[in-house]
Every structure is written in structure tokens, then in C-alpha cells.
């Protein structure tokens, strides 16, 4: 049980990636309140959980009514965050979110919860594939209920680092940042490894 909470939070903590999410929010709510900060934030995380949890409840049973395998799901998510891994280690992700905020800023949105913090940001094909991945593995709602707990845990500091992104960006700035990315890149890699060696050793029964 804690092996699993303990990969669950490490997983989804590094898909999700808070600390990375921080200065992207930042320069989207160049201008606003204090206040619209906050109420932003908090709107960006529930929208994001509940997509999360949607897919967490509900995407055994969407595969299994397009005819996928667990196991199958188990490869595709683990390619699918192995390359968001390299990504982050050869600072992509940064760079492509980067883009994708100032394209979002320069339509002049106001109201960037939904989009793009909430989807793609939070609850992108990432972390849903995660979140489906880990909840695939849980046998029973003990289990399932420790990896929601997990993601409850991720999405509220993900939720503490979007409030505090301002002060949290001068606290660690550009070069602490991209170190953390990489070594969270590297985490991920690992982990991505492990879901596709699982997905083929049951596929096979090896």
C-alpha cells in the first residue's frame, strides 16, 4: 500500500509538475488582482480534478468498450510519459508551454483557468494517462483511495504553487527551476520504463 502511494505521488506529482506550472501561471495573470490570482487558481485545480477524476472512475471502462487491454493501455502510457520525460529533460515541455502561454496571453484572455492551467496544463493526455494507469493497477477501493489520495496531495500543491507562483518564482528562479525539471524528467523516464516492462511481461506472461 505505501509502495503505491508512493509511486502514485511521485508520478503524478512529476506529470503534473507544480513547480513547472508556477511561473507559466505567473506570466498568464500578468495584471490581475490578488485576488483574481486566487480565484483563478483554485477554479484551474477543481476543473482539473474533476477531469482527473472522471478518468480515473470511469476509463477502465471506456477501454474496455473500445476493446483495449489494460495491459495495452499500460504500454501506450508508459511511451506516452517516457516522451513527456525526454521532453523535460531536454527542456521542451518548458519551451512549448512557454509558447503556448504567450499565444493564450496575446488573444488577451482574461479567464485562463479553464484554458489552457486546467486542460492542458494540469489535466493534459499525461496525467490522464497516468491517473488511468495507476487506477488500472489499484485492486479494490482501499487501493483505488490511496492513489485519489495521492492525486489529492498533487493537486493541492499544485493549487499552493499557482497562489505563490509570484513570490515562488523570485524564491527559486530560472536556473533552480530547469535543474528540478530535469531531475524530474529523469524520474519520470524511470517510471514511464517500468509501466511498459509491466505491460508486456502481462501481455506475454512472462
Known amino acids: 500500500m505505501t509502495e503505491l502511494f508512493i509511486s502514485a505521488l511521485a508520478t503524478l506529482f512529476v506529470v503534473i509538475d507544480p513547480p513547472g506550472c508556477a511561473p507559466i501561471y505567473s506570466s498568464l495573470t500578468t495584471g490581475a488582482s490578488a485576488q483574481q490570482r486566487r480565484s483563478m487558481a483554485i477554479r484551474s485545480v477543481l476543473v482539473a480534478a474533476a477531469v482527473l477524476l472522471f478518468f480515473a472512475f470511469l476509463g477502465k471502462g471506456m477501454l474496455a468498450a473500445l476493446g483495449i487491454s489494460l495491459?495495452?493501455?499500460?504500454?501506450?502510457?508508459?511511451?506516452?510519459?517516457?516522451?513527456?520525460?525526454?521532453?523535460?529533460?531536454?527542456?521542451?515541455?518548458?519551451?512549448?508551454?512557454?509558447?503556448?502561454?504567450?499565444?493564450?496571453?496575446?488573444?488577451?484572455?482574461?479567464?485562463?483557468?479553464?484554458?489552457?492551467?486546467?486542460?492542458?496544463?494540469?489535466?493534459?493526455?499525461?496525467?490522464?494517462?497516468?491517473?488511468?494507469?495507476?487506477?488500472s493497477q489499484a485492486n479494490g477501493w482501499m487501493e483505488r483511495s490511496v492513489v485519489l489520495a495521492a492525486l489529492g496531495i498533487v493537486l493541492a500543491l499544485t493549487l499552493i504553487a499557482l497562489v505563490s507562483a509570484g513570490p515562488l518564482m523570485r524564491l527559486l528562479g530560472e536556473k533552480i527551476e530547469a535543474m528540478i525539471t530535469r531531475l524530474l524528467g529523469v524520474i519520470l523516464a524511470a517510471l514511464a520504463a517500468q509501466y511498459v516492462i509491466d505491460g508486456i511481461r502481462a501481455s506475454f506472461s512472462l
Do not use: C
Open 71 to 135: 495491459d495495452a493501455f499500460r504500454i501506450a502510457g508508459g511511451i506516452l510519459l517516457f516522451l513527456i520525460a525526454s521532453e523535460m529533460v531536454f527542456e521542451k515541455r518548458t519551451e512549448r508551454r512557454n509558447t503556448r502561454a504567450q499565444e493564450v496571453a496575446s488573444k488577451d484572455i482574461e479567464d485562463v483557468s479553464v484554458f489552457p492551467m486546467a486542460i492542458p496544463m494540469l489535466a493534459g493526455p499525461g496525467s490522464i494517462a497516468s491517473v488511468m494507469l495507476l487506477t
